[in-house]
């Protein structure tokens, strides 16, 4: 089978086929944007977001969100090995501190702000986009470091779609298969648009590399199967060019085990967990109303559900509960209404003035084992914004922005005593944030843009940093005050021709009340032990620069470079390190083009050392990767795609004591229409 697949591969970058170019409004044949699905800071030549278009992702083998975000500098990715869930990092912030959304509906989950970036598929998205630094304040609350908007497809032609179906295969046997089908009609006043992906993963096959330890004897990971399926409709009403009316349901459902821990450090517990269910759906409304020649209102409403069941067993048979509180069974199961109105106008000249209101009324409900009484958390979060554009001349725009933000807290339980049987309410404490922003935007010539900005970000504490007692290791503290961050930075963007773009940034971050654990602030008398609390104690400073270039000196030669460094200090405890994010990143490929749908691609990554903890002693070490790329055209509309990631086989980390995935072969037919 490997050499099949070797030969398949060697066929495909020797064939010269030409073949018909797609027709698409996007970048480089990519889908088609939703852009009422777009957050946009209106400003001539401003550009505070970067986007991963749907051919980049498709191109680069980037199947789920993590590894999309990952192809752009400032962005890390890692893994909360303990869950197998991704995070990712911008400019050093998690993904609590930069929220998620999909075409401007937050999708973050209720209870402790985070969802996992690596369930979200991208087969049926337009495009990636990340905000970083200077973030609109018509998002929301809780943009303290920034952004992430996936952003959907919408059909431009009376039948439009594509199918792709393919496999990996790794340690000697087929380890995935994977397919996705999109289809779209636009019938003028009205346009519908579907998708269906799934990703099934039987196994994760460990590098020839990997030394055997107690728990895992190589080749197939174990426990590390999932199964991802997603399922999108959109429906919409244009009756006119400036009014748009769109409906969308979007589906994702999850299945996946967690492999063990695998290294040395003894406070990290060996668990045997699955979680047997992993769901969210969202069904939300966008419309956009032209008021005149110099208005709109765009107003969003949105339901959202999240769903999971984790399974925590004896032994690696993932048969038997018979060990609590080792063993149990969680259920969580939350709901999220809300909406937003947002009006624009640009009554004067040169001017444009954007307001708008937000409200979001989260609903999170935890089940334990059977006979014990399920706990509810209520909070409901209102925003008031205001963004102002002044275009000054044509070198010169000027835009600020400013929110006020309010989190009231509903309702939030805990037991009375350890036979939870019984609940009591916490007490209920209240927040408000102020967001302030400003951007000069400086047109230097008709090729060259540079940008200098300062904003006040904040984030509101979760339910989880709030309300949780972490298995009996925390008090909690319902009293928590908002994060904040003051964010600078100088942007800088050179654009000469349609054939080379730089982009460079250099920034700081000052981060205070910063929620961190503090060990040792109450005993408990009665289990004999001392617990810490989340608190609002620390400082902190990230600095850091990126630089990112596109060139292709060639028709046939097209090339990428994206370079990252961060400095994260710890002010109030410099002896405590921040985790999982790199000094140094650099990305980027050499595509060889015989025509735009017959190319290979080389594409590499390179990160230094992270830690894994924060005393600093357990660390993911340095690695670089190699992984290969090829597409032909076989007949019309029809490609062949075939890949080798991992090609050097690397044995690798980004959490220490979770190895990642050793050399895969993946090969995918694709039908456009």
């Given at each position: 089978m490997k050499k099949a697949v070797l030969m398949v591969l060697l066929l495909a970058a020797v064939r010269p086929v030409i073949a018909a170019e797609k027709t698409s409004s996007g970048e480089d044949g990519s889908a088609p944007v939703f852009t009422a699905g777009e957050i946009v800071v209106t400003g001539k030549s401003a550009n505070f977001s970067e986007t991963v278009s749907s051919d980049k992702m498709e191109r680069l083998d980037k199947q789920n969100l993590s590894s999309a975000a990952n192809l752009l500098p400032g962005v890390n990715i890692s893994n909360v090995g303990g869950r197998n869930e991704g995070m990712i990092y911008v400019r050093g912030f998690d993904m609590r501190q930069v929220p998620l959304y999909l075409d401007g509906v937050p999708l973050y989950v209720p209870y402790d702000g985070y969802v996992d970036p690596n369930r979200f598929l991208t087969m049926n998205l337009s495009e990636v986009s990340v905000s970083k630094g200077f973030t609109s304040v018509l998002y929301g609350p809780n943009t303290l470091g920034g952004a992430i908007n996936m952003v959907s497809r919408k059909p431009e032609?009376?039948?439009?779609?594509?199918?792709?179906?393919?496999?990996?295969?790794?340690?000697?046997?087929?380890?995935?298969?994977?397919?996705?089908?999109?289809?779209?009609?636009?019938?003028?006043?009205?346009?519908?648009?579907?998708?269906?992906?799934?990703?099934?993963?039987?196994?994760?096959?460990?590098?020839?590399?990997?030394?055997?330890?107690?728990?895992?004897?190589?080749?197939?990971?174990?426990?590390?199967?999932?199964?991802?399926?997603?399922?999108?409709?959109?429906?919409?009403?244009?009756?006119?060019?400036?009014?748009?009316?769109?409906?969308?349901?979007?589906?994702?459902?999850?299945?996946?085990?967690?492999?063990?821990?695998?290294?040395?450090?003894?406070?990290?517990?060996?668990?045997?967990?699955?979680?047997?269910?992993?769901?969210?759906?969202?069904?939300?409304?966008?419309?956009?109303?032209?008021?005149?020649?110099?208005?709109?209102?765009?107003?969003?409403?949105?339901?959202?559900?999240?769903?999971?069941?984790?399974?925590?067993?004896?032994?690696?048979?993932?048969t038997t509960q018979t060990k609590p509180p080792k063993t149990f069974s969680s259920r969580y199961d939350d709901h999220t209404v809300g909406g937003s109105v947002e009006f624009g106008t640009s009554i004067m000249q040169d001017n444009i003035l954007k307001l708008?209101?937000?409200?979001?009324?989260?609903?999170?409900?935890?089940?334990?084992?059977?006979?014990?009484?399920?706990?509810?958390?209520?909070?409901?979060?209102?925003?008031?914004?205001?963004?102002?554009?002044?275009?000054?001349?044509?070198?010169?725009?000027?835009?600020?922005?400013?929110?006020?933000?309010?989190?009231?807290?509903?309702?939030?339980?805990?037991?009375?005593?350890?036979?939870?049987?019984?609940?009591?309410?916490?007490?209920?404490?209240?927040?408000?944030?102020?967001?302030?922003?400003?951007?000069?935007?400086?047109?230097?010539?008709?090729?060259?843009?540079?940008?200098?900005?300062?904003?006040?970000?904040?984030?509101?504490?979760?339910?989880?940093?709030?309300?949780?007692?972490?298995?009996?290791?925390?008090?909690?503290?319902?009293?928590?005050?908002?994060?904040?961050?003051?964010?600078?930075?100088?942007?800088?963007?050179?654009?000469?021709?349609?054939?080379?773009?730089?982009?460079?940034?250099?920034?700081?971050?000052?981060?205070?009340?910063?929620?961190?654990?503090?060990?040792?602030?109450?005993?408990?008398?009665?289990?004999?032990?001392?617990?810490?609390?989340?608190?609002?104690?620390?400082?902190?400073?990230?600095?850091?620069?990126?630089?990112?270039?596109?060139?292709?000196?060639?028709?046939?030669?097209?090339t990428h470079v994206a370079y990252s460094y961060i400095n994260r200090q710890n002010d109030s405890n410099p002896e405590l390190v921040f985790i999982d994010v790199p000094k140094h990143k650099l990305n980027g490929y050499v595509q060889f083009l015989l025509n735009k749908e017959t190319w290979l691609l080389v594409e590499s990554e390179y990160n230094t050392k992270r830690y894994s903890t924060t005393d600093g002693l357990y660390t993911a070490g340095a690695y670089g990767l190699i992984n290969l790329h090829m597409n032909v055209a076989l007949a019309g509309s029809l490609s062949l795609h075939a890949a080798v990631s991992n090609l050097f086989d690397r044995n690798y980390e980004v959490a220490e004591g979770y190895p990642e995935a050793g050399r895969e072969y993946v090969a995918s037919m694709n039908y456009a229409f």
């Open positions: 032609k009376q039948l439009e779609g594509n199918i792709t179906a393919g496999g990996s295969y790794g340690d000697d046997k087929i380890d995935a298969g994977f397919g996705s089908i999109n289809i779209g009609s636009n019938q003028g006043k009205w346009y519908v648009q579907a998708g269906l992906s799934q990703i099934s993963r039987d196994f994760m096959p460990l590098s020839g590399s990997f030394t055997p330890v107690k728990n895992e004897n190589g080749g197939e990971r174990d426990n590390s199967d999932t199964r991802d399926r997603n399922a999108t409709v959109k429906i919409g009403y244009t009756p006119n060019s400036t009014d748009e009316y769109a409906i969308t349901f979007n589906s994702e459902h999850s299945v996946k085990g967690v492999p063990v821990y695998l290294g040395t450090n003894p406070k990290q517990a060996v668990r045997y967990w699955r979680y047997t269910n992993w769901d969210k759906n969202s069904l939300y409304y966008i419309g956009r109303t032209s008021l005149g020649e110099k208005s709109y209102l765009k107003t969003r409403a949105y339901f959202d559900n999240y769903y999971n069941t984790l399974e925590s067993y004896d032994d690696a048979t993932y708008a209101l937000h409200d979001k009324y989260d609903m999170h409900n935890e089940i334990g084992d059977t006979g014990q009484l399920p706990l509810d958390f209520k909070d409901n979060t209102f925003s008031i914004a205001a963004e102002n554009t002044w275009t000054a001349s044509k070198h010169l725009s000027v835009i600020a922005g400013v929110r006020e933000d309010f989190r009231s807290t509903i309702e939030a339980q805990d037991f009375t005593d350890n036979t939870k049987t019984a609940t009591k309410s916490f007490d209920l404490e209240d927040n408000q944030a102020t967001n302030a922003q400003l951007a000069m935007v400086g047109r230097l010539d008709d090729h060259q843009t540079l940008t200098g900005y300062v904003a006040r970000t904040t984030r509101f504490p979760t339910l989880k940093d709030r309300y949780s007692s972490k298995f009996k290791t925390l008090t909690p503290n319902p009293g928590l005050d908002p994060e904040n961050s003051l964010n600078y930075g100088i942007d800088y963007a050179f654009t000469p021709s349609s054939n080379f773009s730089l982009h460079a940034s250099v920034f700081q971050s000052k981060l205070d009340d910063t929620i961190q654990q503090v060990n040792n602030v109450v005993y408990d008398t009665a289990i004999s032990t001392w617990l810490s609390q989340m608190q609002n104690t620390g400082k902190s400073t990230f600095t850091g620069f990126e630089y990112s270039t596109e060139w292709q000196p060639l028709g046939w030669l097209k």
